[in-house]
């Protein structure tokens, strides 16, 4: 059994209520609950976060190591496109990690299409609502099976 942390950034405590029309209907509690049962099957143990504040993201990064986690799945929100001190936590812990976003930034505006985390991530999932968390757990689960053999 490994441990999954799974962060969320800004915003995303909107979820269900924030321009459904971009991100859907389901709340953050919806997709948290999914994956926690998705996790119970796959026999991880899930913690979920979210934070509208960039110092905490990075307390939780950098906590994670110290907690034996293996793999994060996060959906950075905004701090994707701006923030180097999450970048140089994901570096500092060397724990793997998929970038998930719910929308597909590369058809939105400009200014989302950078992220400071992509290069360095194992992979990233964009555009596919919240299915994309539990690609990204599944993906998870299977680069942690290539680990641990």
């Known amino acids: ?12 405590n909107l979820l269900g209520t924030r321009e ?5 209907s389901a709340t953050l509690a919806d997709v948290e609950a999914a994956l926690a049962r998705l996790g119970g099957e796959l026999g991880h143990s899930i ?6 504040a960039e110092h905490a993201m ?8 110290n907690e034996g986690v293996e793999f994060v799945v996060i959906n950075p929100g905004s701090l994707t496109h701006t923030s180097i001190a999450l970048r140089d936590a994901l ?5 793997p990690f998929i970038e ?5 930034v590369f058809a939105r505006e400009p200014f989302r299409h950078h992220s400071f985390l ?7 999932i964009s555009g596919l609502g919240v299915q994309g968390y539990e690609l ?12 641990h053999k």
């Open 1 to 12: 059994m490994a441990k999954i942390l799974v962060l969320n950034g800004p915003n995303l």
């Open 100 to 104: 998930v976003h719910i929308s597909n």
């Open 47 to 52: 913690a979920c976060f979210q934070t509208n």
């Open 91 to 95: 570096l500092g812990v060397g724990i």
């Open 58 to 65: 990075v307390d939780w990064v950098q906590q994670a190591k």
């Open 118 to 124: 992509t290069d360095i991530a194992v992979g990233i």
């Open 20 to 24: 459904p029309e971009v991100y859907g």
């Open 136 to 147: 990204a757990l599944r993906a998870a689960d299977r680069h942690l099976g290539k680990r």
